[in-house]
């Protein structure tokens, strides 16, 4: 691990400006993915910024009947909530899917949104990778991809999100509360939020340099049947080869996003309206584009058939 700089913010706003002073700052909260990165010197920010003493550690009821979450509520506690299990329960769900509970006692929500991608080809500083040095190349294309993009991926890359709540979130339309280094505000929709690769799979999100997470914000509760479903190698501390979060009314329609098959939860609210039809028709439509290998094409039928068993089920 490199060298670096440390403070503690006193506010939102001065965190901010804190980071935009300085290029290459980072905020670190609960640090279990970053910390993880700087001891491999994959991330080598030369100045940290705690912001683990904001304040931004509530859930609150907002005046639109919905929740606001702030970006350090601890994902153990956001899981536990018993607003969120009531009335957003494919969230508690996807958060209790994900890593360990030793992690989830430290992990904050905004660190979850913004967790880097767990490709092997990623962590290992001997092999080219376009996200961690742009123009490098990619060694996952033509690698062992099995856990890799089949949509939205590009040339550039074909890595894919770990964040089991950033699923949820995206098929609870999920909006993302910022400052900005000059103070402004604004809520960035979750749809917007993640970035597809292209040609610069290293600019993973919409924030602006220096701008900070203060909380995600639910809408009113939508009803209907929560379900996450996550496909893994082994049953604990894995991360998805595809996963379901679905939303199922009981006219048998609804919403649905699936892990761990781009670059970001995946959605396509246009194949929502075949969800009467069934699982098949509406997996023809979220993957229509599919670019896959002979290593992750699995995951078509895995997505149809985990989708069906949701189905079956709601």
């Known amino acids: 691990m490199k060298a670096f700089t440390y403070e503690r913010a006193a506010s939102p706003a001065e965190a ?5 002073r300085t ?6 909260a609960g640090g ?3 910390l993880d990165l700087m001891k491999l010197q994959i991330e080598t920010p030369p100045h940290l910024i705690d ?3 904001l304040g931004l550690d509530r859930i609150e009821q907002t005046t639109e009947g919905g929740l606001r979450i702030g970006a350090l509520v601890r994902n153990t506690d956001l899981a536990a909530d018993e607003r969120v299990r009531r009335d957003y329960g494919v969230l508690s769900r996807a958060l209790l899917a994900g890593a360990s509970g030793q992690l989830r006692n430290q992990a904050t929500t905004a660190g979850n949104l913004l967790q880097r991608t767990r490709c092997p080809y990623f962590y290992d500083t001997n092999q080219p990778c376009n996200k961690r040095q742009p123009g490098s190349g990619c060694s996952a294309i033509g690698g062992y991809n099995r856990h890799h993009a089949i949509v939205g991926a590009s040339n550039a890359c074909i890595a894919t999100h ?3 709540m950033a699923v949820a979130m995206r098929v609870l339309d999920a909006g993302v509360e910022t400052i900005r280094p000059d103070g402004s ?7 917007d939020f993640h970035r597809l690769p292209r040609d ?13 997470i203060t909380a995600v914000t639910l809408p009113r509760p939508a009803g209907g049947t929560h379900v996450y479903r996550k496909v893994r190698d082994r049953a604990s501390y894995a991360f998805a080869l595809v996963s379901v979060a679905a939303i199922v009314q009981r006219d048998g329609t609804g919403r649905v996003a699936l892990g761990g098959v781009a670059h970001k939860p995946w959605r396509v609210e ?4 075949d969800m009467p039809r069934g699982a098949k028709v509406v997996t023809s439509r979220l993957l229509a584009d599919a670019r896959t290998t002979h290593h992750n094409e699995f995951k078509v039928l895995l997505v149809e058939r985990t989708l069906a068993s949701i189905l079956n089920k709601a």
């Open 16 to 20: 901010a400006a804190a980071a935009a």
């Open 162 to 164: 770990p964040s089991d």
């Open 51 to 53: 912001v683990n003493n």
């Open 23 to 28: 290029k290459g700052a980072k905020f670190i």
């Open 185 to 191: 505000t604004r809520i960035i929709p979750i749809a």
């Open 32 to 34: 279990t993915n970053l």
């Open 270 to 273: 246009a194949a929502e309206s």
């Open 200 to 212: 610069t799979p290293h600019i993973e999100n919409a924030l602006e340099p220096g701008e900070l």
